[in-house]
Each structure stands twice: as structure tokens, then as C-alpha cells.
């Protein structure tokens, strides 16, 4: 529409189709007016704009109500803006928020499954983690990390606990020997998605 208006327009001219745009970085608005003898009418479409063409009698409209709508359009095109940064902004927030809570669910189930291969029972996980801290093993820096990380000591939903009930009857032993790596470990603590959220 901004085209059609600027092709329409002559030097001077008052048209009755009022454009007024506004960008702030990435993100643009343009909003159309109707000024009528009568009304002001936003122009939402190309149809309605059709419409009022054909029901123009050739008068330009008032010069200060010109002026009032020309005002109004470039108000609104800045809200528009301001609504679409806004909402951007919102949504980058959920999805690196997500990520955060994806990353952490990772790592609390590693940790877990690492913890039920030393030996600890599924309603005594936090204790294990307890123990394994307080000992000079080469595995306590690895699990000091993974509190960092989390913050705190993990809570362990109803959930995760049926899974991991599953995951410690269905544990061979060369599986078990195996997760004593901490390579899944390590692997949940370097997940990229922290780094997203830094």
C-alpha cells in the first residue's frame, strides 16, 4: 500500500489515503487511512481500499484532519512495533527458559543413573550424593559441578524416580561399569544449551 500511495501522490497533494510507517531495527509497521468527508477509516486490505477509491468524489480532505490522521497512523505503527519487539522479546525469554529446563532435566537424570550404579536406592539418592561428595574420590569434582549447575541439591519427582526404578531393573553389569565413566555425565554437564542460557 505504501507504493500505491507514494505512485498516487504529487507534490502538494493531500490524498485521502493516509500511510505512515515506523521501523525500529528488524521490525516494521505500516498502518493505512481512510480520510473521508465524514469518517476516518483504517484500510485493512486492498479491497477496502478499492472500495473507498471508487467512492471518491476527487475532494481532498481537510488539511487538519489530514494532519490528526497522518499522526494517529504513525502512533499506531510505533505500538505495532513496540508490541512485535515485545513479544519477540517474551518468546526468546520462554525458549532460552526451556532450554534451561531441558538442560537441568538432562543432568538430574544422569545423575541419577550415575548415582543408582554406585549402589544408591531410589529414595535415598540425595544421600548418596551426600556421601559421594564427602569422599576424596576423583568423581566428587564431577558431582561438585553438577550441584553448581543445578544449584542445589536435586528434587526427585514422582516421575523421574518410576524411571529410574526402570532404568536400575533393566541395568546389566557391563552397562552399570560402564555409566561409572561419567562419560553420560559429562556429557549432560556440557550440554550446549547451558552455554544458551549464560
Known amino acids: 500500500m505504501r507504493t500505491l500511495s507514494v505512485k498516487l501522490a504529487r507534490p502538494g497533494e493531500r490524498l485521502p489515503l493516509v500511510i505512515e510507517s515506523f521501523q525500529k531495527g528488524a521490525f516494521r509497521a505500516s498502518?493505512?487511512?481512510?480520510?473521508g468527508n465524514k469518517k476516518v477509516e483504517s484500510i485493512d486490505s486492498l479491497g477496502i481500499l478499492k472500495k473507498r477509491i471508487a467512492k471518491w468524489d476527487g475532494r481532498y480532505p481537510d488539511t487538519e484532519k489530514w494532519q490528526r490522521t497522518a499522526n494517529l497512523a504513525l502512533q499506531n505503527a510505533k505500538k505495532q512495533v513496540k508490541s512485535m519487539q515485545e513479544e519477540t522479546v517474551d518468546r526468546e525469554s520462554k525458549a532460552l527458559a526451556?532450554?534451561?529446563?531441558?538442560?537441568?532435566?538432562?543432568?538430574i537424570r544422569e545423575l541419577g543413573k550415575y548415582l543408582i550404579c554406585l549402589g544408591a536406592s531410589i529414595d535415598e539418592?540425595?544421600?548418596?550424593?551426600?556421601?559421594?561428595?564427602?569422599?576424596?574420590?576423583?568423581?566428587?569434582?564431577?558431582l561438585k559441578k553438577c550441584i553448581g549447575m543445578l544449584g542445589d541439591y536435586p528434587e526427585w519427582h514422582d516421575d523421574l524416580q518410576r524411571e529410574l526404578e526402570c532404568f536400575a531393573e533393566s541395568l546389566t553389569e557391563g552397562q552399570r561399569q560402564a555409566r561409572l565413566l561419567g562419560s553420560e555425565l559429562d556429557a549432560a554437564l556440557d550440554d550446549p544449551r547451558w552455554k544458551a542460557c549464560s
Not at 498502518?31 to 480520510?35: E, F, G, K, M
Not at 544421600?127 to 574420590?137: A, C, H, M, T, V
Open 125 to 142: 539418592l540425595n544421600e548418596s550424593l551426600f556421601k559421594q561428595l564427602s569422599r576424596d574420590i576423583a568423581s566428587a569434582s564431577r
Open 31 to 35: 498502518c493505512a487511512y481512510w480520510v
Open 98 to 107: 526451556n532450554q534451561l529446563n531441558a538442560a537441568k532435566l538432562r543432568l
